[in-house]
């Protein structure tokens, strides 16, 4: 039961460059989330998906998309990388009900 | 705008000290508390949730308390292994699934 994964671990971009990041999970879980950690300002939701096919927009979502094609997988993407993109990047899950938010080990990227 | 707050922002303790974080929150009518522990270079932990004042959860020499403004988590004789960074979170009330968290405690446990 590997939990969350994310690929890839590391990645440094050129702006204006684009990259998609994959997250699994293998726990079943209904909902999964895409955030951003940078130093001082803590975790910041980018989207979320509360079911396949479906995705909404969180706190910070400008520059990024997602898709959610199949329950297992959440991708983010970055269509044209900017250097404030430069940050940590971490999917989450969870069960329907609760909200107790199980993560990845994260995916560090710099944008140059 | 969903608000909170952690102190202190780093803490240092000898082993077997124990000590308090605080996180203070303004939310909008509030569904859950989180308590999380990151270590250095991996994603958080889950330890706790809580969802209403007075309630209190506990493992192992980690205690989480919650009142109408803040919660605490209580560290009981600590051991170095306990260093890291502790994260607090709220969801309210009507936000479909919006965590807002803390900008972290660094706790630094010495031999």
């Known amino acids: 039961n590997a939990g969350v994964t994310q690929t890839p671990k590391f990645r440094v971009l050129k702006t204006g460059q684009s990259m998609t990041l994959l997250c699994a999970q293998d726990?079943?879980?209904?909902?999964m989330y895409w955030y951003r950690q940078d130093p001082g300002m803590g975790l910041r939701l980018i989207h979320y998906?509360?079911?396949?096919?479906?995705?909404a927009k969180g706190e910070v979502p400008d520059g990024y998309n997602v898709s959610r094609l199949k329950k297992q997988n959440f991708l983010l993407g970055l269509e044209s990388a900017a250097p404030s993109q430069t940050s940590v990047y971490f999917c989450?899950?969870?069960?329907?009900?609760?909200?107790?938010?199980?993560f990845g080990p994260g995916t560090r990227l710099t944008v140059l | 705008e969903d608000q909170v707050t952690q102190s202190p922002e780093a803490l240092r303790l000898q082993e077997g000290e124990s000590s308090s974080l605080n996180c203070s929150y303004t939310?909008?009518?509030?569904?859950?508390l989180f308590w999380y522990r990151q270590d250095p270079g991996k994603g958080p932990e889950f330890l706790f949730t809580?969802?209403?004042a007075g309630e209190e959860k506990e493992k192992e020499r980690l205690k989480a308390t919650l009142t109408k403004k803040e919660s605490f988590l209580h560290i009981t004789a600590p051991k170095p292994e306990d260093s890291a960074t502790y994260l607090c979170?709220?969801?309210?009330?009507?936000?479909?699934?919006?965590?807002?968290f803390g900008s972290g405690t660094q706790l630094t446990v010495l031999p």
């Open positions: 998906s509360v079911g396949e096919g479906t995705t």
């Open positions: 939310v909008s009518g509030l569904r859950g």
């Open positions: 979170a709220v969801q309210a009330s009507g936000s479909a699934r919006q965590l807002t």
């Open positions: 726990m079943n879980h209904e909902y």
């Open positions: 989450a899950s969870s069960r329907a009900y609760y909200n107790e938010q199980f």
């Open positions: 809580l969802y209403s």
